[in-house]
């Protein structure tokens, strides 16, 4: 279940689109976002109560249903968010469904509030498979520095492996070649060469001796 109290002192720079799930449907959140010009889009909750000030026009030859702006009327929902949002009904296009967004943000067309949702979607993925291919399921450090290193580093080898295959003939998966990889950390190879022959006998390590560091 979502934390809502936490997200409270989060702290976000005007302007900035806050992407989250309905677990964060607090209505208070909501009119703190909105008076601090912090945007948000979220899947509205089924039972939300809410009264239509105005109907807009919907995009044509999109997958928009329904763009409007309402009002909040459950009980107390004035008192914590007073502001008028906007509902966007669009149709899934995998499944046919419908999904209901509820946003702050009047300026952009419908089609991009539902495609704002949409890309959260990838970015949850691109964790997932950072969290399941590369083991981040620790910090090394607690200090922000430390948590944005280990980050960007992971980043970084996500990155790495994605470019892999670009250049290679060999049918890779990723968890693939995040396990090939493990077997070869101390093995001397070319990383552009490596993924045509993988299952290549490793080369000699005489033949490419570690560099001797001289002090004096």
């Given at each position: 279940?979502?934390?809502?109290?936490?997200?409270h002192?989060r702290?976000f720079?005007?302007?900035?689109?806050?992407?989250?799930?309905?677990?964060?449907?607090?209505?208070r959140?909501?009119?703190?976002?909105?008076?601090?010009?912090?945007?948000?889009?979220?899947?509205?909750?089924?039972?939300?109560?809410?009264?239509?000030?105005?109907?807009?026009?919907v995009?044509?030859?999109?997958?928009?249903?329904?763009?409007?702006?309402?009002?909040l009327?459950?009980?107390?929902?004035q008192?914590k968010?007073p502001?008028?949002l906007?509902?966007?009904?669009?149709?899934?296009?995998?499944?046919?469904g419908?999904?209901?967004?509820?946003?702050n943000?009047?300026g952009?067309?419908?089609s991009?509030?539902?495609?704002?949702?949409?890309?959260?979607?990838?970015?949850?993925?691109?964790?997932?498979?950072?969290?399941?291919?590369?083991?981040?399921?620790?910090?090394?450090?607690?200090?922000?520095?430390?948590?944005?290193?280990?980050?960007?580093?992971?980043?970084?080898?996500?990155?790495?492996?994605?470019?892999l295959?670009?250049?290679?003939?060999?049918?890779w998966?990723?968890?693939?070649?995040?396990a090939?990889?493990r077997?070869?950390?101390?093995?001397?190879?070319?990383?552009?060469?490596?993924p045509?022959p993988?299952?290549?006998?490793?080369?000699?390590?005489?033949?490419?001796?570690?560099a001797?560091?001289?002090?004096?």
């Open positions: 279940m979502a934390d809502v109290k936490a997200a002192p702290h720079s005007p302007n900035t689109i806050v992407v989250d799930d309905r677990g964060y449907n607090d209505y959140l909501f009119s703190k976002w909105t008076e601090a010009s912090v945007y948000f889009v979220t899947r509205m909750k089924d039972n939300t109560l809410f009264e239509v000030v105005e109907e807009h026009t995009p044509q030859n999109r997958n928009i249903v329904k763009d409007q702006t309402i009002r009327s459950g009980r107390g929902a008192e968010c502001h008028l906007r509902r966007v009904e669009a149709i899934r296009e995998d499944t046919g419908t999904l209901v967004f509820v946003t943000h009047h952009l067309g419908a991009t509030i539902a495609a704002i949702y949409k890309d959260r979607w990838h970015i949850e993925l691109f964790f997932k498979a950072i969290k399941q291919n590369l083991k981040i399921k620790t910090f090394v450090g607690t200090s922000a520095n430390a948590v944005k290193t280990q980050i960007w580093t992971a980043l970084i080898s996500m990155l790495l492996l994605r470019y295959p670009l250049s290679s003939r060999f049918g998966s990723l968890a693939n070649r995040v090939r990889l077997m070869n950390l101390f093995t001397h190879r070319d990383p552009m060469a490596w045509d993988p299952f290549a006998t490793p080369p000699d390590p005489r033949n490419h001796p570690q001797n560091l001289v002090f004096t």
